[in-house]
């Protein structure tokens, strides 16, 4: 149910429908089966009891005419006879329940003989105190032998910095994060925190101490509150509340016809990308860590709320160490360092300007997406500008119109110029080197 939208885009119905129907008759030939079965047993079951009903009064009915037995002696009988038929008749529907039970005890088996892959060592320490220190040193990670995810990458986050990873779709940025958090083992090299290995501490104590607001973010078929006291179950609503308005989702959670009590459907499903992204962030601003990992975690939202967000996460990041993925490259120019991964491995590492200046990947990067941002401005400009004029052609008056056109002018002058800083970074770039490969 969950990917009805997927089977709608494609006009999947017919297909689903037939998937569906295939299951169903599948269903029944098997259920026939059973039935069968069942009907076969209590059949046999029955004519046997009654063909030893039969025999037995015919005996004693024998027995009786020849005066060896009494009629009351009859009577017995049957009494007897019918009492022993309930509990063999019990006997059948215990079979069934029996057999019911044993399937759902193999799937049960099942389950328990999967082993996870990722279990403490028996000698771990507790981690328990944090500062923050990151270090991966040569690691390499293949999630399948035959295509290696992560090849020798090394690099360092002090404790307290930001470091941003950027690169190529695929280049093993999310990888990063599942290893850190402990969901798979590198296959070599060490990670280490505050300069322990991740193995020789445990994963619970070492996951009490990082947050993650992942790429998809899934939340629980529940209420939105209990989606957030879910990092800190001992937090009170006043805590959340305060976390929400930093994640800047507190007023539109109140919009809700539910408010906070609102239930956000499977994995999430009835809220948009932008207030998941939102309550996954004040999620956790609640569980308080000392490591943060953000992958991609402003990519759903608008530029207003984005701005309001960066401005949580600068502060929520004073003391801590962040490790944050983004495509945009312009939420990231702040950043302590920032590292572009390709193929696995760290190819150019920095600072936004020691990268530009570099004139590599980055300032290649850097250069395309200003292109693009600087299009859509201006396409948007142009668009507001006709609509304005369609609207002034329709409205007769000109009072207005001088003062529409210099709201206009202003409005395209900052559209133009999307975010201060990165306009700022813009004109630098832009400075530094006008035009190139
Ligand atoms: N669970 C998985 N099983 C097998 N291969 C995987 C799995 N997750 C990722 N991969 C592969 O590992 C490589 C790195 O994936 P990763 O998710 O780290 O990329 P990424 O840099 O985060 O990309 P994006 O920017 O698109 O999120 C990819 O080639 C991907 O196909
Ligand atoms: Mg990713």
């Excluded at 006009?11 to 079965?37: I, K, M």
């Excluded at 805590?239 to 507190?250: F, G, N, V």
């Excluded at 004029?389 to 002058?413: F, I, M, N």
Aim: proline share 3%.
């Amino acid at each position: 149910m969950v990917s009805y939208e997927t089977v709608k885009y494609f006009n999947a119905e017919p297909y689903e429908f037939n998937r569906y129907r295939g299951a169903v008759s599948d269903y029944q030939a098997a259920e026939y089966h059973v039935l069968f079965s069942l009907q076969l047993m209590n059949t046999c079951q029955n004519t046997v009891f009654m063909l030893g009903l039969l025999i037995t009064c015919f005996i004693c009915a024998f027995q009786i005419a020849n005066g060896q037995r009494d009629v009351g002696q009859f009577v017995g009988l049957l009494t007897y006879m019918s009492q022993l038929q309930g509990p063999l008749n019990f006997f059948g529907t215990f079979y069934r329940s029996i057999q019911g039970a044993m399937i759902n005890s193999e799937r049960l088996l099942e389950l328990f003989r999967a082993k996870p892959t990722v279990v403490d060592a028996p000698d771990v320490d507790e981690l328990r105190s944090c500062n923050g220190g990151i270090e991966f040193d040569k690691v390499h990670f293949a999630y399948d032998s035959r295509k290696p995810a992560l090849n020798g990458l090394s690099f360092e986050c002090k404790p307290g910095t930001t470091t941003a990873l950027v690169g190529e779709s695929g280049g093993g940025k999310s990888t990063v994060f599942r290893l850190l958090f402990r969901f798979y083992n590198s296959t070599s090299g060490q990670i280490r925190v505050d300069g322990h290995p991740v193995e020789s501490v445990s994963i619970d104590s070492l996951r009490r101490h990082i947050g993650v607001v992942p790429q998809d973010t899934v939340l629980f078929n529940e209420t939105i509150m209990y989606n957030l006291k879910y990092a800190n179950p001992g937090a009170t609503d006043e805590d959340i509340y305060d976390a929400c308005r930093a994640a800047s989702i507190h007023d539109r959670i109140l919009t809700f016809p539910d408010g906070y009590q609102t239930k956000v459907g499977e994995r999430g499903l009835r809220l948009s990308g932008g207030e998941k992204q939102r309550v996954a962030i004040a999620r956790t601003i609640i569980k308080n860590p000392r490591i943060i990992l953000l992958d991609e975690a402003t990519a759903a939202l608008d530029t207003d709320t984005e701005e309001h967000i960066q401005g949580a996460l600068a502060t929520l990041s004073k003391g801590r160490t962040m490790l944050v993925i983004a495509h945009r490259l312009s939420t990231i120019t702040t950043a302590d360092q920032i590292l572009v991964l390709q193929n696995g491995q760290v190819a150019e590492k920095g600072t936004h300007e020691q990268l530009l200046a570099m004139k590599g990947r980055y300032s290649s990067m850097w250069r395309k997406q200003i292109k693009a941002q600087r299009a859509a401005a201006e396409a948007q400009v142009l668009q507001d500008r006709a609509e304005r004029l369609r609207s002034s052609s329709v409205v007769a008056g000109g009072g207005e119109d001088s003062s529409s056109q210099s709201d206009e002018d202003r409005h395209a002058e900052t559209t133009a110029r999307p975010r201060p800083t990165l306009s700022q970074r813009s004109t630098k770039a832009s400075e530094a080197k006008p035009a190139g490969p």
